[in-house]
C-alpha cells in the first residue's frame, strides 16, 4: 500500500503543507474539523502587508487541493484515535456525518432556503445567522452542504409518535404554517385535536424547562392545525399509488383513523366500522367540549376521510358482523376498537340509582342526549376521564367533589386539567377510597369513604395507598361517578380465536402488532389499556406500515427502532453557545373568563393567535440544532440529502502526521475595561473584518451596532489580552501591530472621511516590508499612532466610545465614534485533547512544543510528527506558510527513509 | 528645690485675647507661680487642636494647660465653645491611650483674672507632679539618608516591585482615578524616572502623597508592577527626609498611632463593650478590633455609630455559639503608619498585637477592618513570615457560618449596593464573601456600575489624601450607588464608610443633594441588624 502523509488542520498551514508533499507524488488525506478547508484565512477580508484580497489568494490553493489526484480532502472529520510510531501510524478519523453525499451536492442553496432554523454564524463572528443546512461561506472547498445536527431534540425524542417537534415548530417560526402541518401530518394526522388534548411528554423534556418555562409544543400543534384550515390551505393530499388491496379497520378512534390515513396515502381501499355514530372514538365520546370542540375534530376527521376513506357507522364487530366475515372480504384487518367498558368500584351500592360511570356519562353527554345527575356529584378516581366528568358535572350546575385515593402528587390526570377542574371549583378529597355507597329508597344518599395513607411503590411506580383503620367516614351526595379505569369491550368483539392478556385487553406482538390471527392486527387502547391518544397513533401508524409490507408480500418480522441518536441536553447547548439564553416567559393561551367557564361548554383554553404563536415559536433554543423537519431534501435536486447518514470511523495509516491546528481568537469580555459587550460600538479585530469583507454580514459597511451609522473616527488599540502576564499570555500575538495597520488602512479606503488612530504599546513591524506598510499608513492613509495603552469607557448617550490613555504622564480622554480591539489569539480549545492523542508537549501558552525551536523547528519531539503554523506559536501567514512548507519537506524525510515515498 | 525633685515641663496655650492678657496681669502684679510652664499664645483656644495636646506630650511635655475665654466672652463668639468640645474628645483620647486626661487641663480665664492664673498654674504643677513625668518615651527617629543608601534603596525597590518591568504602556495611567481628576499625576511617570534614577526629586515631591493606593493600577498593569508597594517604599524614604505631608486633622490619628506604638499605657479600649456582649481572654477566636473601637471619640459629632461596629461582629459573634477573645491590650495595626513611612512604628505595633495574640492561643482571627486584615496577612508576614494563626476577614466568617447554618436571619427586606474597598478587594481578593452573606441575610443586591476589582476607592488613603480629587472620588461613587436605586449602600471597610459620608453631610457645590443622599451602613451592623 502508498504510504502516505496526514495533515490535521486545513488553513494556510495545512494547505501548503498538503500541496507541497502531493507535488513530491505523496499520497495526503488533509483532514479539516470544520465543513470547508480555509480557515482562518479565510475569514480575513484583506493581508497586509499586500492589501491582496484573502480569499482570492486562498481559494485557488484550496481548489487546488481539491483538485489534486494526491490530496484526499477530508473535511467535517476530526481525530478520533491514533497509536503506531514513524513510518507506520494508525489513525482513527471520525468523519462526522453531514447528511449531505458530497458527490452529488453541487452547492446550489435551494436547501439553504427552505431550513426553518436560524443559528449564530460562527464564520461571521455570529453577526449573522444561517440555517441548520448551510456552507459556511461562498468559496467552501468542497462545495457541499452540511446539516449542523449534533443529536435529537428531547422533544422529538420523548414523542411517543417519534413527531418531529423541535421540526414544527422550527416551520411555525419561520411561518412556513402549510409545511408545519404536512410535517405533523405525516406522524399525526389529527393537529389540532392533538395539540388541544396530548399530555405532551415533549414539553416534559424541553431543555427550556431549567431556564423558565418549556415551549408550548402542544399549544402550537393546535394553532397550525386550525390556522391553515382557517386560511382554507388545508387541502387533501392527491394520492399517487392505486391498490387494490382491501383493509378494514375496526374503530374510528385515533387508532383506526391514523392506520386508514397511513393506508389510505399508499392507494389501499380502506372502510372503516364504527359501532357509534360519530367518529373519534374517545376523543368523540370522552372528551367534552371545552377541552375538544366537536366541530374541529369533525373538520379534521372529514379531512383524512376525504382521502379516499370509507366510513360505516353505527356498524359493531361482534354483533352486526363477525371478524370472520370482515376477514373474509378484506385482504388485512385491523382492530383497534378502544377500552370504553368502564371498570366498577366493586363497592356495595353501586347498582343504586344515581351511580352512573364515567365513559358512559361523558358518552351521554357527548350524544347530547339528556343526562339527570344530582346537585352533590362524588366523582371517584383521579385520571382524565375523572376531571372530564367532574368539570362536566359542574357545567351541570351541580356541587362535585373529586375523590382519590392517593394525593395531588400521583394523579395521573394531566396537569392544565387538574388546574382548570380546581379553579372551576371542583373540590378535592384526597388520600380517599369509597367502601359503601348509602341509599336510601333505591336511589343515593351518601357514600362512605375510608382515609387512605401512602405506603411502598407499587407497580406503576407510585406509592400504594393502604386504609388506615377506624378512619371512615361520610359525604352527603345524590351522584356517584366513577371514574377508575376502563378496558376494551372483548365480549362484543366476541371472536374467540384472538388471544387476549392477563388484564383482558387484546394481545398482539409489540413489534408489529399482529395478532395471532393472521391477517388481523391490533393496536391503540384495546391492546394497551387506557393510554394517551398520541400512542394510539402510533400505534396506528406502526400497523398501517406492517399491513402495507404484509400487502406487499414482504416479511413483517418487525424491524428494529432506532433510538440510538444522542438527545440533545442543556449542558450540550450551554457548550456551543456563546452568551446566556435570555429568560422569557412562556406565551399563556388565553383563557375563558372565570364566570363562562363554569356555565358553558364553550372552548376553556384559546388556541394562540398568529403573534402568540409567532413569539412563542421564537423562545425555541433549536437543540439540534437541525429540527429534522425534513424541509431541505424534497427542496434538493441532485437528491443529496440523506437522513440517515451515521457517523462513520474511517481508519488511516499515514506514514508521518503534520500538526496544522491553527488559533482560537481570545474573547475580551472578562476584561471589562475595554467595554466589550457593554457597549455596543466595540468590536475585535475579526469581527471588523468580517464586517469590511465584502462578503461579510454588512457588505462592506463599517456600521455601528448603535445606530447603523459609518463611523468618521476609528480608535484601534493593540495588545488586548496579549504581552499581559495578568491576564496569562504574556506573548506577543505576532499579527496584531500590522493587522490593525492595514484595518485602519481599509477603513480609509471604504471611507474617504473616516479617521483612524491606533493605540499601540510598541509597534513590531519587522521585515517583509512591513516598516514600509506602516510608514505609507501614516502618510497615504492618514493614520495616526499613539503611544499608549488604553481603556474603554462611553458616552451613554451617544454610544461613542470613550478612549482614556496617557501621554506625556497626563491621563486623557478621546471620544471616537467606534473602537477595534486588537485580540490576541490563543491556543485552540481543542488542543490540550490532541495533544494528549499524539502525544505532544505543549509549551507554557498552550501552544504545541517544538523542542529545538531555533534551529529545528516544526520537530515536534515525536518522531514522524511535525507542526506547522499557529498552533506551535504565533505566526503570520508568510511564516505559516514557510512553516507548512517545512514540515512537508520533514514528512517526506520519513516516507523517503522507510521506502514509501 | 533638690535636683532630684521632678520639675514637670508644662506647655500652656494661651488664647490671645483673655487668657493671654490674665497671664500678663499675673506677671505684671508679681503674683508668684511656678516657672514649669511655657505659654504658647493662639489667637483662640478653639485653635487648639486634640493633636497639639497629644503632640506637646510626644515631644516631651509632661503636663498640657490650655486656657481661653469664659463660654459667652470668646472673641471670636464660640471659639472656646469648640475648643470644649475638642479637649472632651481629647481626654477621652488620652483615657483611651493610656496616658491619662490629667496631664491635661482646660481653664476659662478672663483678662482680669491674673489671680486665677497664677493659681492655676501652681494647682495644675502639683498635679503633674504627683503624676509624675511623662511616661511617652522619646521617639526614635530614622535617620536622614544619605544621596548613597537612598540610590542603592530605591534600586532595590525597583527590583522588589518589579518596577523595572514596566513597559510605559501608561494602562496604570488610564484607570487611575487620581490621574482622571489631576491631570499632573500619573503612574507611568512616577515609576519612569525612578527607574532613570532621578530618585531624589521623586522623594521629595508630592506625587507619592497624591497616590491613593488604591492598587487600580496593579491590577491592571499587564506586567503585575506592583506599583503600590513602589509608593509605599519611596513614602518610607521620603519620611526620612521629613519630606512628608499633614496627615487628616493635623496627623492626629497617626499621633495616636505612634502614642500606641512607643508607649506602653493601661489603656483602656473596651468603653464600647455593653453588657450582654460576651467577650474572653483567652479562646480559639480573637476578635481584632483595631481603632474603630475608639473612632467615635473623634468622630462623634458625625453620628456614624462607629462603635456599632465592634458591637455588631461580637453580637453576630456570639449568636453563633462563639465567645471571641478580644483585648484591652490589642494597640492600632499600624495600616496608617505603613502607610505614610513610618516603618519603625509598624514593626513596634506589630510586635506587641502578634504576641498577645499568640498568649491568647487562639487559632484564628477575624478581623472587622480590611485595612487591618491587610496589614496582619500582607505586612506582618512579610516581615515576621507566616503566622501559626489563620486570619479571616468577618464577611468570609459569616459566610462560612451561614453555610454551616449557625446563623439565622429574620426575613431581610430592600435592596443593597455594595462598595468593594480597596483593601478588602483589589489588595486581598475578597469580592465573592461580603455578597454572599449579604445575600445570605436575604437582602438583593445591585450592582453598581464599576463594582468588584473595578470598584473606585473613597479616595483618603490613611489620612494623607484629603483633598479636592478625593472629594470628586466620593461624590461620584455617592452618585453611583443613588444611580443602583438601592435603599443602602454598605462598606466593608469603616474608612469608606466615614469617607463617603464626610462627603454625603457636606456642602457641595453644584452637587444637588439628592443625587448622593444615601443611607450608608457597615457589613457587620447590616448583617447583626438582620440576626433573629
New interface residues.
Given amino acids: 500500500m502508498k504510504k502516505s502523509v496526514m495533515v490535521i488542520g486545513g488553513g494556510i498551514a495545512g494547505i501548503q503543507t498538503a500541496l507541497d508533499l502531493a507535488e513530491k507524488g505523496i499520497d495526503v488525506d488533509l483532514v479539516e474539523k470544520l465543513p470547508s478547508i480555509g480557515g482562518r484565512m479565510a475569514q480575513l477580508d484583506k493581508t497586509f502587508p499586500t492589501n491582496d484580497c484573502s480569499i482570492c489568494i486562498l481559494a485557488p490553493k484550496m481548489a487546488d487541493c481539491y483538485a489534486h489526484p494526491n490530496i484526499n480532502v477530508r473535511t467535517y472529520s476530526e481525530i478520533k484515535d491514533i497509536s503506531g510510531t514513524a513510518g507506520d501510524f494508525k489513525v482513527d478519523v471520525l468523519k462526522k456525518a453531514r447528511f449531505v453525499d458530497e458527490e452529488k451536492c453541487n452547492g446550489c442553496g435551494d436547501c439553504f432556503k427552505v431550513c426553518p432554523v436560524s443559528l449564530p454564524n460562527e464564520f461571521d463572528m455570529d453577526m449573522r445567522e444561517r440555517p441548520a443546512i448551510y456552507m459556511p461561506f461562498l468559496q467552501a472547498v468542497p462545495r457541499t452542504a452540511t446539516i449542523d445536527r449534533a443529536g435529537v431534540a428531547p422533544c422529538s425524542s420523548k414523542c411517543p409518535a417519534g413527531l418531529s417537534a423541535q421540526g414544527y415548530v422550527a416551520l411555525i417560526r419561520a411561518e412556513k404554517f402549510k409545511e408545519a402541518l404536512d410535517l405533523i401530518r405525516r406522524t399525526v394526522p389529527l393537529a389540532s385535536v392533538c395539540g388541544r388534548i396530548c399530555h405532551h411528554p415533549c414539553e416534559e423534556g424541553c431543555n427550556r424547562t431549567d431556564i423558565d418555562d418549556p415551549v408550548a409544543i402542544a399549544g402550537l400543534k393546535a394553532f397550525v392545525g386550525d390556522y391553515v384550515r382557517q386560511q382554507g390551505e388545508d387541502v387533501p393530499t392527491p394520492i399517487e399509488e392505486d391498490r387494490k388491496e382491501k383493509v378494514a379497520v375496526v374503530g374510528a378512534g385515533p387508532a383506526g383513523l391514523a392506520a386508514a390515513y397511513r393506508l389510505a396515502l399508499k392507494g389501499f381501499k380502506v372502510k372503516i366500522l364504527e359501532a357509534t355514530s360519530k367518529p373519534g372514538g374517545m376523543l368523540w365520546w370522552g372528551i367534552p367540549d371545552y377541552r375538544l370542540p366537536k366541530d374541529v375534530l369533525t373538520a379534521e376527521v372529514d379531512h383524512l376521510l376525504a382521502h379516499g376513506i370509507e366510513i360505516e357507522y353505527g356498524k359493531t364487530v361482534g354483533k352486526d358482523l363477525t371478524l370472520e366475515d370482515l376477514k373474509k372480504d378484506h385482504d388485512a384487518v385491523f382492530l383497534a376498537i378502544g377500552a370504553h367498558k368502564s371498570l366498577t368500584l366493586g363497592v356495595p351500592g353501586e347498582d343504586l340509582e344515581g351511580v352512573v360511570h364515567g365513559v358512559d356519562f361523558l358518552h351521554k353527554i357527548a350524544d347530547k342526549e339528556t343526562v339527570k345527575i344530582g346537585k352533590k356529584v362524588a366523582v371517584i378516581g383521579g385520571g382524565n376521564a375523572a376531571m372530564d366528568a367532574a368539570r362536566t358535572a359542574l357545567r351541570m350546575g351541580s356541587d362535585v367533589t373529586v375523590i382519590y385515593r392517593r394525593t395531588k402528587d400521583e394523579m395521573p390526570a394531566i396537569g392544565a386539567e387538574i388546574k382548570g377542574a380546581e379553579e372551576e371549583g371542583v373540590k378535592f378529597e384526597f388520600l380517599a377510597s369509597p367502601v359503601k355507597i348509602q341509599g336510601k329508597d333505591g336511589k343515593i344518599s351518601a357514600i362512605e369513604c375510608i382515609r387512605m395513607k401512602l405506603g411502598e411503590p407499587d407497580q406503576s411506580g407510585r406509592p400504594r395507598p393502604v386504609p388506615v383503620d377506624g378512619s371512615e367516614f361520610t359525604v352527603e351526595v345524590d351522584t356517584v361517578i366513577p371514574a377508575v379505569s376502563q378496558a376494551p369491550d372483548l365480549d362484543t368483539l366476541g371472536s374467540k380465536n384472538l388471544a387476549v392478556t392477563k388484564w383482558k385487553t387484546l394481545e398482539a406482538d409489540p413489534g408489529n402488532l399482529s395478532t395471532n390471527v393472521p391477517g388481523v392486527f391490533a393496536g391503540g387502547d384495546a391492546v394497551s389499556g387506557p393510554a394517551s391518544a398520541v400512542e394510539a397513533f402510533a400505534a396506528g401508524n406502526k400497523a398501517a406500515r406492517y399491513i402495507e409490507k404484509l400487502l406487499n408480500g414482504e416479511s413483517i418480522e418487525p424491524e428494529p427502532e432506532e433510538k440510538d441518536e444522542h438527545v440533545i441536553t442543556l449542558e450540550d447547548i450551554k457548550a456551543r453557545m456563546k452568551g446566556e439564553i435570555t429568560k422569557s416567559e412562556r406565551v399563556l393561551r388565553q383563557h375563558l373568563p372565570d364566570d363562562k367557564r363554569r356555565t358553558s361548554f364553550e372552548e376553556v383554553e384559546k388556541v394562540f393567535t398568529k403573534e402568540e404563536a409567532l413569539k412563542e415559536a421564537a423562545r425555541c433554543v433549536s437543540c439540534g440544532p437541525c429540527s429534522q423537519c425534513e424541509a431541505c431534501a424534497p427542496a434538493c435536486g441532485p437528491n443529496a440529502i440523506d437522513y440517515t447518514m451515521k457517523d462513520q470511523i474511517v481508519t488511516l495509516n499515514p506514514a508521518a502526521i503534520v500538526v496544522a491546528t491553527g488559533f482560537d481568537m481570545w474573547d475580551p469580555t472578562a476584561a ?2 475595554y467595554g466589550y459587550k457593554k457597549y455596543p460600538n466595540v468590536y475585535t479585530a475579526m469581527e471588523y473584518e468580517r464586517m469590511i469583507n465584502a462578503a461579510g454580514p454588512t457588505g462592506g459597511h463599517i456600521v455601528r451596532r448603535s445606530d447603523g451609522e459609518h463611523p468618521k473616527k476609528l480608535a484601534f488599540i493593540q ?1 488586548v489580552g496579549s ?5 496569562g499570555h504574556p506573548y506577543c500575538c505576532s499579527v496584531c501591530c500590522m493587522h490593525a495597520t492595514k484595518e485602519a488602512m481599509l477603513a480609509r479606503e471604504h471611507y474617504e472621511d473616516i479617521n483612524s488612530t491606533i493605540f499601540y ?2 509597534m513590531r513591524a519587522c521585515a517583509k516590508g512591513f516598516n514600509e506598510y506602516v510608514e505609507r499608513a501614516k502618510s497615504d492613509y492618514g493614520v495616526s499612532y499613539i ?5 474603554v469607557q462611553e458616552n451613554a448617550e451617544t454610544h461613542n466610545p470613550v478612549v ?4 506625556g ?3 486623557q480622554s478621546e471620544e471616537f465614534d467606534a473602537v477595534v480591539l486588537a485580540t490576541t489569539l490563543v491556543p485552540r480549545k481543542d488542543t490540550v485533547e490532541l495533544a494528549k492523542k499524539l502525544g505532544l508537549k505543549l509549551t507554557e501558552f498552550g501552544f504545541f512544543e517544538s523542542p529545538d525551536s531555533i534551529l529545528d523547528f516544526g520537530k515536534s519531539g515525536v518522531p514522524g510528527i511535525y507542526l506547522a503554523g499557529y498552533c506551535a506559536g504565533p505566526a503570520d501567514i508568510p511564516e505559516s506558510v514557510a512553516q507548512g512548507s517545512s514540515a512537508a519537506a520533514k514528512a517526506a524525510e520519513v516516507l523517503a527513509n522507510s521506502g514509501g515515498g | 528645690m533638690s535636683e532630684d525633685e521632678f520639675e514637670p515641663n508644662i506647655v500652656a496655650f494661651c488664647c490671645n485675647w483673655c487668657s493671654y492678657a490674665g497671664a500678663d496681669l499675673a506677671g505684671v502684679s508679681r503674683m508668684q507661680y511656678p516657672p514649669n510652664a511655657r505659654i504658647i499664645r493662639v489667637m483662640c483656644s478653639g485653635r487648639v487642636e486634640p493633636y497639639f495636646v497629644l503632640r506637646a506630650l510626644e515631644l516631651g511635655a509632661d503636663g498640657v494647660l490650655i486656657a481661653g475665654c469664659h463660654i459667652g466672652d470668646c472673641h471670636y463668639i464660640s471659639g472656646n465653645v469648640e475648643a470644649e468640645k475638642r479637649m472632651k474628645t481629647t481626654q477621652e483620647l488620652l483615657d483611651i491611650v493610656g496616658i491619662g486626661r490629667d496631664r491635661m487641663r482646660l481653664e476659662w480665664i478672663s483678662a482680669s483674672e491674673g489671680q486665677k492664673f497664677a493659681a492655676t498654674m501652681k494647682e495644675f504643677t502639683e498635679q503633674i507632679k504627683k503624676l509624675g513625668p511623662n511616661p511617652m518615651p522619646k521617639q526614635t527617629k530614622a535617620g536622614k539618608t544619605d544621596p548613597a543608601s537612598l540610590k542603592r534603596k530605591t534600586d532595590q525597590l525597583i527590583e522588589d516591585t518589579g518596577a523595572f518591568d514596566c ?10 482615578p487620581v ?2 481628576y489631576d ?2 499625576f ?1 503612574p ?2 512616577i515609576v ?1 524616572k525612578a527607574t532613570e534614577g532621578q530618585v531624589d526629586s521623586i522623594v521629595k515631591s508630592k506625587d507619592i502623597w497624591t497616590c491613593i493606593t488604591c492598587e487600580q493600577c496593579n ?6 508592577v506592583d506599583y503600590s508597594g513602589f509608593i509605599r517604599g519611596l513614602r518610607t524614604e521620603a519620611a526620612t527626609l521629613d519630606a512628608t505631608p499633614t496627615c487628616s486633622q493635623g496627623g492626629l490619628m497617626q499621633g495616636m498611632m505612634r502614642a500606641q506604638a512607643y508607649g506602653d499605657f493601661e489603656q483602656k479600649r473596651l468603653g464600647w463593650l455593653t453588657p450582654e456582649l460576651k467577650v474572653a481572654d483567652s479562646g480559639d477566636v480573637f476578635y481584632f478590633t483595631g481603632c474603630v473601637s475608639y473612632f467615635d471619640a473623634i468622630f462623634g459629632d458625625r453620628d456614624l455609630n462607629l462603635s456599632g461596629i465592634p458591637q455588631a461582629v461580637v453580637k453576630i459573634l456570639n449568636s453563633a455559639g462563639i465567645t471571641p477573645v478580644v483585648s484591652n491590650n490589642e494597640v492600632c495595626c499600624g495600616h496608617d503608619l505603613n502607610w505614610t513611612g513610618d516603618e519603625d512604628g509598624v514593626k513596634r505595633l506589630m510586635k506587641k498585637n502578634v504576641e498577645l495574640i499568640k498568649a491568647s492561643g487562639a487559632k484564628k482571627v477575624v478581623f472587622s477592618c480590611p485595612e487591618c486584615m491587610r496589614t496582619f496577612d500582607m505586612d506582618y508576614q512579610d516581615l515576621m513570615g507566616d503566622f501559626d494563626f489563620e486570619m479571616a476577614h468577618i464577611s468570609e466568617f459569616v459566610d462560612d457560618l451561614i453555610q454551616d447554618g449557625k446563623l439565622k436571619f429574620k426575613k431581610g427586606s430592600g435592596t443593597l449596593t455594595f462598595q468593594d474597598s480597596c483593601r478588602l478587594g483589589r489588595h486581598l481578593g475578597i469580592y465573592d464573601s461580603p455578597r454572599s452573606a449579604l445575600k445570605g441575610i436575604g437582602t438583593e443586591i445591585v450592582e453598581m456600575e464599576n463594582t468588584k476589582d ?1 470598584a473606585t476607592c473613597c479616595g483618603v488613603s490613611s489620612w494623607a489624601t484629603c483633598d479636592d480629587v478625593a472629594r470628586k472620588l466620593q461624590v461620584e461613587r455617592l452618585k453611583e450607588a443613588k444611580k443602583t436605586g438601592a435603599d443602602c449602600l454598605v462598606t466593608g471597610c469603616y474608612k469608606c464608610l466615614i469617607h463617603l459620608a464626610c462627603a454625603r453631610d457636606n456642602k457641595l457645590e453644584g452637587v444637588p443633594k439628592e443625587q448622593v443622599d444615601i443611607k450608608i451602613k457597615d457589613l457587620s451592623v447590616a448583617i447583626a441588624e438582620a440576626l433573629e
Fill in positions: 471589562s475595561e495588545c504581552r499581559n502576564p495578568q491576564v504599546k510598541d503611544n499608549s495603552d488604553a481603556t482614556v490613555f496617557d501621554v504622564g497626563k491621563q | 513597559v510605559e504602556c501608561g494602562k496604570c495611567t488610564t484607570v487611575c490621574a482622571k491631570t499632573e500619573a507611568r511617570t519612569l491590577s491592571m498593569c499587564p506586567y503585575k473595578k
